[in-house]
């Protein structure tokens, strides 16, 4: 007996979308107690179902076919205060961004009991009783500090960690969970990836997990949903889908997940040393100065390395390890504190004026959001060229380069015209790479500048990258949180802890013998290990 | 929180020096001669006469020696004295300051409380009927000139429906005591309050519209609506609270303007207050009259300020007092 099902599901989107359905034909079943994981890319239509159940779907787009039976009714001829009954009370849901999805103004123990208030349940000396119990079930530290703080005082992980103590306050049936580990470190996912799995176990509660993350699906889901452009494209058991997948489009989603260890390696260390990094040390400072005694976090603690010309370091570690202070660092887009950043026998660290404006150019980053990072009111030809203007090319040879980068990044050259807004985001990093090339660098950082795309555009992205690289005979600093990417693309890697480097070495050895425990712990939450091991074996019969 | 407040009010006295130091050196570069003005107005043009007056008040003397008597005095709250009013300017000011702080503290909790009720009520009703005639009042309000709407008022209300007094503090020779005398004043207050109210009600209620829909399309709102919480709840507890802190900041910017920014109205409405009081020290050429309105609104300024901080860390605890 299932507890919700879907039939023939389809969800219009407003007049003038770029499709006119936002999900069709969706027909699924859910068992009490298990977990369902839905995959797909942007754009798929993975949250549109999910949030159709909760009757919480945007402004202008409504359900125009087929039922979603819970409990033996149909949810969507509901009306608004029989579904606020449901919400909440027979289905829970957590979201992405724990820090957005809580009331900054609110105290965690009033938004937790603010649940009971809403079905009417309890008093409120006991709704703030239940809240502590809550919070010591999903495991927070010190629950009698943390029930009276606010959101902004907790860590991601502990955020989400409200977010589900939240939502399974009034023990729910089913529970939807947006890419709820999306936004968090490694080791945290790993931990909240637990903490679902045991209350789905201790309580017998069903999951819907949304992800987009193939490791994340292969350890916790028992069925899989692969969506794409609205439409299921397969559904199964994990292992069916995952090992032994027969619709092309999950095959080829597979396919782009990088491994832990592909990609060829090359020792670089005869080479010259392009840029050679040492002692850089910055220290943040916050508040202090009349009375109070100043918070002080070292973000770049005496880091020291050589990158070879034609090699690629990645840094990796978690958020807050200092590695994007390192590259900010290293452009002096920050001012070190102390240390030195040589670059062909100059300086960086210590240039002013004129000379570190000649020198900029040599080195060129390339950003993680590719929303953000283009000037939503210029067009790519004035991005691309105005810095080789800066440097003093005349426009209309700028113009000219800018066409030929253009083609160079697989964009038509056509596109100078356009703005950034046109285009899609594995695009927008095309256009961000270009514009790191327009000033003919020697050295490439790149910070993050994959992981705000698809795993299929990701994948194109890194090949681009590997080909420029070797193309143009670039060095490269790639800083990622995600050791699957730095295994596949990075020569040696730089493992960064609390501003220090932990670990630096070959890229084959620090990932397959790590000597930090800190580099072990990272590698042991990787979701999805065991599936790789297997899938290999599949692949290789 | 303390050490905080006690910082901050060393370096309000030690702007507010600066500021009285800036003011009095402005003035003195403006050109006009009080003692001229004064023996013009006696009808003598005596070089000895201008020569005595200018002894007798101190402007012989070189301007450091001035700004120096001068800046003594007012650390001892002695702004001077004026000589066409014939008292010391602090005593005057004291003497009208209830008036203008009556007058802008009303228009002040007109506005903010019919400001922030019409903006919610508009963004409950987004795009319908109840939000555009809202929004198109505000902005008639928000466009129209302050002195415009107070000639009209008077002429309406007063001159021609004879509802409320056009003028004036209070009924002159009524003599009213106690309970009468309130609802006199009362009668007095509502169209000058009104009229200095009806522009920052425009803006409030254009900013609390515009911020409840920009908040009630974040992520918590969602989180509160997937709790089952009902839309009411919702709309207080979570949007409005989180509206009202950029209506805050504005109301922060209004209430340093309590002071000085009434000066039209008043005129308009023969209030006796500080603005008008400024509005005649200026024809007069009465300089220390006019330094100690600029004082006195420049330490309201900074006090509101102060306030409006304190305001702000106790509604949003993100915001970390540093120093």
């Known amino acids: 007996m299932s507890l919700l099902q879907i039939k023939d599901l389809a969800i219009a989107l407003p007049k003038g979308a770029d499709r006119p359905h936002a999900v069709e034909q969706i027909d699924f079943d859910l068992a009490p107690g298990e977990i369902l994981c839905i995959v797909g890319e942007s754009g798929s239509g993975k949250s549109m179902s999910a949030n159709a159940v909760m009757g919480l779907l945007p402004e202008g787009v409504r359900p125009v076919k087929g039922e979603i039976v819970f409990d033996g009714t149909d949810i969507l001829g509901q009306t608004e205060d029989q579904m606020r009954a449901v919400r909440g009370r027979d289905i829970g849901m957590i979201f992405q961004e724990p820090l957005s999805a809580l009331n900054p103004l609110m105290r965690v123990g009033a938004q937790i009991a603010e649940v009971f208030e809403a079905h009417g349940l309890l008093s409120p000396g006991e709704r703030q009783k239940r809240a502590l119990e809550l919070l010591r079930e999903v495991q927070l530290p010190d629950p009698e500090k943390a029930i009276r703080a606010y959101p902004f005082q907790l860590s991601g992980g502990q955020r989400q960690r409200v977010m589900i103590a939240m939502a399974l306050a009034l023990e729910p049936r089913i529970l939807i969970a947006d890419e709820p580990t999306t936004a968090l470190d490694v080791t945290t996912q790993a931990q909240i990836l637990k903490l679902i799995e045991d209350l789905r176990q201790k309580r017998g509660m069903a999951v819907i997990f949304i992800t987009h993350d193939f490791g994340v699906v292969a350890d916790i889901a028992d069925r899989v949903i692969v969506m794409e452009k609205g439409l299921i494209v397969e559904q199964g058991s994990v292992d069916d889908v995952l090992l032994r997948s027969k619709h092309p489009y999950t095959q080829k989603l597979v396919r782009a997940i990088p491994g832990i260890v592909a990609g060829e390696k090359h020792d670089f260390s005869e080479a010259p040393v392009i840029l050679k990094v040492d002692g850089l040390t910055k220290v943040f400072t916050t508040g202090g100065g009349f009375f109070s005694k100043p918070r002080v976090v070292r973000a770049l603690d005496d880091v020291s390395f050589d990158l070879y010309t034609g090699e690629t370091i990645g840094i990796v570690g978690e958020s807050g390890s200092g590695k994007s202070t390192c590259g900010r660092a290293l452009v002096r887009l920050l001012e070190p504190d102390s240390g030195t950043v040589e670059m062909a026998g100059v300086d960086m660290a210590k240039l002013r004026g004129a000379d570190l404006r000649a020198n900029r150019r040599k080195i060129q980053m390339i950003f993680q959001d590719p929303f953000s990072s283009l000037n939503p009111r210029a067009r790519v030809g004035r991005i691309l060229s105005e810095g080789q203007i800066a440097y003093g090319t005349p426009r209309r040879e700028a113009l000219a380069r800018a066409r030929e980068l253009l083609s160079l990044v697989g964009l038509d050259a056509s596109a100078v015209d356009r703005f950034p807004h046109e285009f899609s985001g594995g695009q927008r990093q095309r256009i961000g790479i270009a514009r790191a090339l327009a000033l003919d660098p020697d050295i490439i950082i790149a910070d993050e500048a994959v992981s705000a795309l698809d795993v299929s555009i990701q994948a194109q992205v890194l090949d681009l990258l590997a080909d420029l690289k070797e193309r143009l005979n670039l060095s490269m600093l790639f800083i990622t949180h995600d050791l699957r990417v730095a295994a596949q693309v990075c020569d040696r890697i730089m493992v960064m802890q609390h501003g220090k480097v932990v670990e630096i070495g070959p890229a084959d050895r620090v990932l397959m013998a790590p000597e930090h425990p800190y580099t072990r712990s990272l590698l042991d939450a990787v979701p999805g290990k065991e599936y790789e091991e297997a899938l290999k074996k599949v692949v290789g019969q | ?323």
């Not at chain 2, 007058?103 to 506005?111: D, E, K, P, Y």
Request: no cysteine.
């Open chain 2, 1 to 323: 929180m303390i050490r905080f407040i006690l910082a901050r009010l060393v370096k309000a006295v030690v702007i507010l020096l600066a500021i009285l130091v800036l003011n009095f050196t402005l003035i003195h570069m403006a050109p006009g001669d009080p003692a001229a003005v004064m023996a013009g107005e006696a009808g003598a043009t005596d070089e000895q006469f201008l020569e005595d007056l200018r002894r007798r008040f101190g402007l012989d003397q070189p301007f450091l020696v001035q700004l120096w008597i001068y800046v003594k005095g007012a650390i001892q709250l002695d702004l001077g004295y004026s000589y066409r009013r014939g008292m010391p300017v602090a005593e005057l000011l004291w003497d009208r300051l209830p008036a203008t702080l009556l007058l802008t503290g009303t228009a002040f909790f007109i506005s903010i409380i019919l400001g922030v009720i019409a903006g919610v009520a508009a963004a409950a009703r987004q795009g319908r009927w109840g939000d555009t005639i809202i929004s198109t009042l505000a902005l008639l309000f928000y466009a129209t000139p302050l002195f415009w709407i107070a000639l009209m008022s008077v002429l309406l209300f007063s001159v021609v429906l004879g509802w409320l007094p056009g003028f004036g503090y209070e009924t002159v020779g009524a003599n009213y005591t106690g309970i009468e005398r309130v609802i006199d004043i009362g009668r007095h207050l509502i169209l000058p309050a009104t009229t200095l109210g009806l522009f920052f009600t425009a803006v409030y209620m254009r900013m609390t519209r515009a911020s409840m829909l920009e908040v009630s399309r974040l992520d918590f709102v969602k989180t509160a609506r997937a709790k089952g919480l009902k839309p009411r709840v919702i709309q207080r507890r979570h949007i409005l609270r989180n509206a009202l802190l950029p209506v805050i900041t504005l109301a922060g910017l209004q209430a340093g303007q309590i002071v000085g920014g009434a000066v039209l109205t008043e005129t308009v409405f023969a209030w006796p207050g500080i603005g008008r009081l400024m509005f005649e020290a200026i024809n007069q050429r009465d300089y220390n009259v006019l330094l100690g309105v600029f004082f006195v609104s420049a330490a309201m300024v900074l006090l509101f300020n102060l306030i409006t901080d304190i305001i702000y860390v106790l509604v949003d605890p993100r915001i970390r007092i540093t120093q």
